[in-house]
T-cell receptor, first 115, second 115 residues
Framework: NAGVTQTPKFQVLKTGQSMTLQCAQD?????MSWYRQDPGMGLRLIHY???????DQGEVPNGYNVSRSTTEDFPLRLLSAAPSQTSVYFC??????????????FGNGTRLTVT | AQSVTQLDSHVSVSEGTPVLLRCNYS??????LFWYVQHPNKGLQLLLK??????LVKGINGFEAEFKKSETSFHLTKPSAHMSDAAEYFC?????????????FGIGTKLQVIP
């Protein structure tokens, strides 16, 4: 099984550019989420989804959009990149089914630099 | 409100000595608790989880954690540190209330293992 696959691994953008970070999972997980990791701040939730067609905001949603048209894919869109969005982004998925005890499975991350 | 406090941002131990990484949490609901490990430039890997069964939980690579409800703690231990344990460790709380999932990460503890 591939698990959670994120692309690209690295990306450099100029301020104002837009791009989409891709995330795909092959475990039939209902729950998918995006985090950003910054030094000394742990992981902060950007957006999450509990199933196809259902998304919601996390702790730091501003400047990011998501959609969930299929169970497998959960892309993260940066509408107009800013230097403050320089970070490492992780996608994670898990079973949901109304339970909180399923562990999150993480992708290997996308390192984004905005100049 | 839900929160996770990792009491040490850095821990340094000698190879072969015990490891203790401390985590305290607060939650209004019955939590599931997890420890993840992140090696440099890698994604997060699940070490172990507590989900209201046994309070002493054994994980991979010789790690274990004890859930103490009275102290709202979930400290991670290992009897003898190995060089390969050098990494960053995250304590995570996950709850489900009213159909709403909430996942909270600690800010992480960097473990240094001295030869």
């Amino acid at each position: 099984n591939a698990g959670v696959t994120q692309t690209p691994k690295f990306q450099v953008l100029k301020t104002g550019q837009s791009m989409t970070l891709q995330c795909a999972q092959d475990m039939n997980h209902e729950y998918m989420s995006w985090y950003r990791q910054d030094p000394g701040m742990g992981l902060r939730l950007i957006h999450y989804s509990v199933g196809a067609g259902i998304t919601d905001q996390g702790e730091v949603p501003n400047g990011y959009n998501v959609s969930r048209s299929t169970t497998e894919d959960f892309p993260l869109r940066l509408l107009s990149a800013a230097p403050s969005q320089t970070s490492v982004y992780f996608c994670a998925s898990s079973y949901s089914g109304g339970r909180a005890d399923s562990p999150l499975h993480f992708g290997n991350g996308t390192r984004l630099t905005v100049t | 409100a839900q929160s996770v406090t990792q009491l040490d941002s850095h821990v340094s131990v000698s190879e072969g000595t015990p490891v203790l990484l401390r985590c305290n949490y607060s939650s209004s609901y019955s939590p599931s608790l997890f420890w993840y490990v992140q090696h440099p430039n890698k994604g997060l890997q699940l070490l172990l989880k507590y989900t209201s069964a046994a309070t002493l939980v054994k994980g991979i690579n010789g790690f274990e954690a004890e859930f103490k409800k009275s102290e709202t703690s979930f400290h991670l231990t290992k009897p003898s540190a190995h060089m390969s344990d050098a990494a960053e460790y995250f304590c995570v709380v996950r709850t489900l209330a009213g159909g709403y999932q909430k996942v909270t990460f600690g800010i992480g503890t960097k473990l240094q293992v001295i030869p």
